[in-house]
């Protein structure tokens, strides 16, 4: 191989990466910062904090799969660690927590879990809107009244909104930056990118067997289909 054509490869795979790291800002980032505008204390104040945390650890499972190319929340909470961790170190210890207690909580609870530790203490969340670093990611103690009117004291990680949106928006910056330039990592990106788009295919007869899917579902698709 000549230095020229050597040359060409090279500055066509640096083009290459600069064509995925654009593809990532413009496909996740962009949509990200238009969904959510960013006004200081007065940020996220029309929406709720259950749909937010939904919406970032969406983000972050969709990040994690194009990171690791594979969906698993072992990669969700890898990305975490490593790209919101540049951000703020302390994601690098509890990003296994957050994510386990956040996102599964949302996901199949509607509500973040709320731990019982070793020591029988309770551990709980709390979101806060003040942007402030110092108090973010912090534990406070708490008294709370029981149903049955007993006290109990309870320990609430803290978790400010708008910090939690800018750190990931921060993370995907890093990422980017990342994409273009490891080819490995551009490489693991843009495969999984472009083979999501077509997963494995669900047979009807399968989905059949699901307690809430009824003939009605498919049905209602037929019908349509033989109009065609």
Do not use: C
């Not at 990003?95 to 309770?122: E, F, N």
């Amino acid at each position: 191989m000549t230095n020229a054509s050597w040359d060409e490869e090279v500055i066509g795979k640096a083009l290459l990466r600069r064509v995925e790291a654009s593809r990532l800002e413009e496909y996740l980032k962009e949509p990200l910062e238009e969904m959510i505008h960013y006004e200081g204390e007065r940020t996220f104040l029309s929406a709720s904090d259950d749909l937010l945390v939904l919406l970032v650890f969406t983000y972050i499972d969709l990040l994690g799969y194009l990171y690791k190319g594979k969906n698993s929340s072992s990669n969700a909470v890898e990305f975490m660690r490593e790209y919101l961790g540049r951000v703020d170190k302390r994601y690098e210890e509890v990003s296994g927590l957050l994510y386990d207690a956040l996102r599964h909580g949302y996901i199949h609870l509607a509500t973040p879990k709320r731990i019982k530790l070793q020591d029988k203490k309770i551990l709980d969340f709390s979101f806060t809107r003040s942007g402030r670093r110092e108090d973010y990611l912090k534990v406070a103690k708490m008294r709370e009244t029981q149903s049955t009117g007993s006290t109990v004291d309870i320990y609430r990680l803290s978790l400010d909104l708008p910090l939690l949106y800018k750190d990931l928006l921060s993370a995907i910056d890093k990422y980017a930056e990342d994409i273009r330039y490891n080819e490995a990592l551009s490489d693991i990106f843009r495969k999984t990118f472009e083979t999501r788009r077509n997963p494995e295919k669900a047979r009807e007869e399968v989905l059949l067997g699901k307690p809430y899917i009824q003939d009605s579902d498919f049905a209602f698709v037929r019908n349509q289909i033989s109009n065609l």
